[in-house]
């Protein structure tokens, strides 16, 4: 009965050490992508509760190429890069600026051209950067408009308030109730959001920035980014890439390898 126990003891123990052991092990059988669920059309929550958009798409495809399972793994924006370090996620792939980051990640080669810009409703007496002054702009928290503000902080300083929210729909909400003024935030969400809920928006002439979107990765992780770079210079290459963008934009609006 005491060799027992002890057999069971020792199994007990063995099974907790692999278990442990398994628990920081990452399943390389997996492509983890991290993405704000707020952030059409690059990733956000369809009617039916599915994760869609531009970026998800062309990971789910990335990841096909690659042989490994595509898993969609919603993040806070603000929270992503304690997600990446911890290996909840192999990479950042969401309307992910290259500028000002990039000796933050492990990059991809940039996909697409984006601006920072200005959304403001339909009737708003503001039409340039310069009436921004004295007014209440909206920008999502750790983005990439907050980013571009920070960087001019001439622009900046010249408003009434800025106040970080934690995404972009909810900054349209405030805008749509009055709360707001304006908001600064990427070209393609706010037109594409301008577009298909029919929201009375409209984007000013004059951007912020311009910059350039790419797929993150932790530092270090060459194998990863070099597995994944590969799999869209193939996309590019056969059309896969522009046939997505069509669907998203109606058309081609990457430049990879262009």
């Not at 398994?22 to 952030?39: A, H, I, L, S, Y």
């Amino acid at each position: 009965m005491v060799m027992k126990k002890i057999a069971a003891s020792v199994m007990a123990v063995a099974a907790l050490a692999l278990a442990i052991a398994g628990c920081g092990k990452k399943d390389d059988k997996k492509f983890v992508v991290g993405f704000d669920q707020e952030f059409p059309p690059m990733g956000f929550v369809a009617d039916d509760g599915s994760y869609v958009g531009f970026d998800l798409d062309l990971a789910q495809e990335a990841a096909k190429r690659m042989g490994r399972e595509f898993v969609a793994q919603p993040i806070a924006w603000d929270s992503k890069d304690q997600e990446l370090k911890s290996g909840n996620i192999d990479c950042i792939w969401n309307g992910f600026t290259i500028s000002g980051r990039e000796d933050g990640y492990t990059w991809s080669k940039a996909y697409m051209i984006n601006d920072q810009v200005v959304v403001v409703k339909n009737d708003s007496d503001i039409a340039s950067l310069a009436d921004l002054a004295g007014k209440t702009v909206a920008v999502q928290k750790d983005s990439s408009g907050l980013a571009a503000l920070n960087d001019n902080a001439a622009l900046k300083d010249t408003f009434g308030s800025l106040v970080e929210m934690d995404s972009y729909l909810n900054a349209m909400m405030e805008l749509e109730m009055g709360s707001v003024d304006a908001i600064v935030m990427d070209e393609i969400v706010a037109r594409y959001e301008i577009q298909t809920s029919g929201k009375p928006f409209k984007v000013l002439d004059e951007a912020v920035a311009s910059e350039e979107y790419g797929v993150g990765f932790l530092k270090g992780n060459e194998a990863l980014r070099d597995e994944v770079q590969k799999a869209m210079d193939d996309m590019a290459a056969d059309g896969t890439m522009a046939k997505i963008s069509d669907k998203w934009f109606g058309a081609d609006v990457t430049i990879l390898n262009k």
